[in-house]
């Protein structure tokens, strides 16, 4: 008895000694850095079965978040035995492989960057890859055979070992820095990921007994590296006491330098990570930064904790409410002062969605293909629709409560119902049924219908806190302190 009880321990120390155990998992990719491949490229290995009518049909997103013809930058597909047919479906996003029946193959593929020169910040989603670095999302990395993930909300467990031929640089992903990863997650979750290899630099720290990494590369013209890591560090800080997760689990950020002459910044909020790009030029600021840092790490909550049922049809929460929750935490914060806080509404919300050609375009019109296909037309517009709907509910929940609720309540009593009830999705009826807890006002419902879905300009006159009234500048309302007790008033906003 007693030596199988060493035996049973000596095995496991045996185990956790031999990092990392391989576990059983559906599908194991191998990616192979080949940056000094005369095409830089990265390789993508794994070995699949054909069913018992002798196909394997692989899923690859050609069209999505904006970019056309993903499969452009497919550089080398072969696949071992050699099969009898395989055709690239484009207009399916699927590689279809016609074989025998119930055999093994080996699939190998290279991704590449499909447009010369160096990567501008309208290019962002698509993979970069040069002689000296790559940065690919997870569904511009890999193509997925469709069994592998049976439905939208079935996991997977994948394994990812990184293989570096150059034997240069880091390697990190969304999932963590280990050169061998096991991961579970479901189709969205590896597609809205990153994985980087090359000259990045690599920075981490501990919050909450959790790891925060950061990476990023090139020479900054305007700020140093450790000016955004430190942005990280306090918007990670401020947002986890916001919301007061109780799930665990690290968290990754890359930023990428684009070469642009204007000044352009951007990025992508996913589970467990953002991705951030910026324009390398003195046109970026550390203001413009720190906006994007918290709109993206909000993300983790706003959209992949509280899911959109229909994802474009409720940006105006999932984008909006996000725009304002990012400024309303930089004030609560004290990273921006009351006169910034209102100087920002102005001039990037209420001035350039009055002068918005397309600010009326009702909800229902802004279809994932419309807005989509039509996304420098539409881009910011479910955005600042939607902040300044938050803002101007935000100031009715306080009034109405005398200051003792505000929609940070509301908000958090959306996270709460999704974090308990996985099944749950963010919709104009869970939305208003929610805020019927906080407003009595019997034109709750009309004031969404005409601010939201008939996307009519709100009527602020009556909606603001008392400290800001409205001066027109050519029809534009503009928000002004008028009070000469501005700590009041900040106090008030900050609620
Ligand atoms: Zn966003």
Redesign the pocket.
């Known amino acids: 008895m007693k030596s199988l009880v060493y035996t049973i321990i000596l095995s496991i120390i045996a185990v956790s000694c031999s990092t990392p155990k391989k576990l059983p998992a559906d599908i194991e990719y191998t990616i192979q850095n080949n940056l000094k491949d005369s095409i830089p490229n990265v390789q993508v290995t794994f070995d699949y079965s054909s069913d018992s009518n002798g196909l394997i049909i692989l899923r690859y997103e050609n069209d999505s978040w904006g970019d056309h013809d993903i499969f452009n930058c497919i550089n080398r597909f072969d696949i071992t035995p050699k099969p009898k047919n395989i055709e690239f479906l484009r207009d399916s996003s699927r590689i279809i492989i016609k074989t025998s029946p119930n055999m093994n193959h080996t699939l190998r593929y290279q991704i590449v960057q499909d447009y010369d020169g160096l990567p501008m910040n309208q290019k962002r989603y698509r993979p970069m890859i040069d002689a000296t670095y790559f940065h690919i999302l997870g569904m511009r990395l890999f193509m997925t055979p469709e069994a592998v993930f049976e439905s939208d909300t079935s996991k997977a467990k994948i394994r990812i070992d990184y293989d570096d031929k150059t034997r240069e640089g880091i390697f990190h992903s969304s999932f963590g820095k280990n050169t061998s990863q096991n991961i579970e997650v479901l189709r969205e979750d590896l597609y809205a990921s990153f994985f980087v290899g090359g000259d990045f630099r690599r920075y981490s720290f501990t919050h909450d007994q959790d790891t925060v990494y950061f990476v990023t590369r090139g020479k900054w013209k305007t700020f140093q590296d450790q000016d955004i890591f430190k942005i990280l560090k306090e918007t990670i800080g401020s947002q986890r006491s916001f919301w007061n997760d109780p799930r665990k689990g690290n968290f990754s950020v890359s930023l990428v330098p684009t070469y642009e002459n204007w000044y352009s910044v951007g990025?992508?909020?996913f589970s467990s990570s953002f991705v951030s790009f910026a324009s390398n030029n003195d046109k970026v600021t550390l203001a413009q930064m720190q906006w994007l840092y918290n709109?993206?790490m909000?993300?983790k909550w706003i959209?992949r904790t509280i899911l959109n049922e229909n994802e474009v049809e409720q940006y105006w929460f999932?984008?909006g409410f996000?725009?304002y929750y990012a400024y309303k935490l930089m004030l609560k914060n004290d990273r921006l002062n009351l006169t910034e806080y209102i100087d920002v509404i102005n001039k990037e919300v209420i001035v350039p969605h009055y002068l918005d050609p397309v600010n009326s375009t009702p909800n229902a019109e802004l279809t994932f293909e419309e807005y989509w296909s039509n996304y420098a037309k539409y881009m910011k517009l479910p955005?600042r629709r939607g902040l300044l709907y938050a803002f101007y509910i935000d100031n009715q929940i306080k009034e109405q409560s005398q200051y003792s609720r505000s929609l940070d309540d509301l908000m958090l009593d959306l996270f709460s119902m999704a974090l308990h009830d996985k099944n749950i999705r963010f919709n104009q009826t869970l939305f208003i049924k929610t805020l019927s807890d906080y407003l009595t006002a019997s034109d709750l419902k009309s004031d969404f219908e005409q601010y939201i879905l008939e996307g009519k300009f709100i009527d602020f006159e009556n909606g603001l806190p008392n400290g800001i009234s409205i001066e027109y500048q050519e029809n534009i309302p503009i928000f002004k302190p008028d009070t000469e007790d501005l700590i009041e008033l900040e106090k008030k906003l900050k609620r």
């Open positions: 990025g992508s909020g709109h993206e909000l993300h959209g999932s984008e996000t725009d955005y």
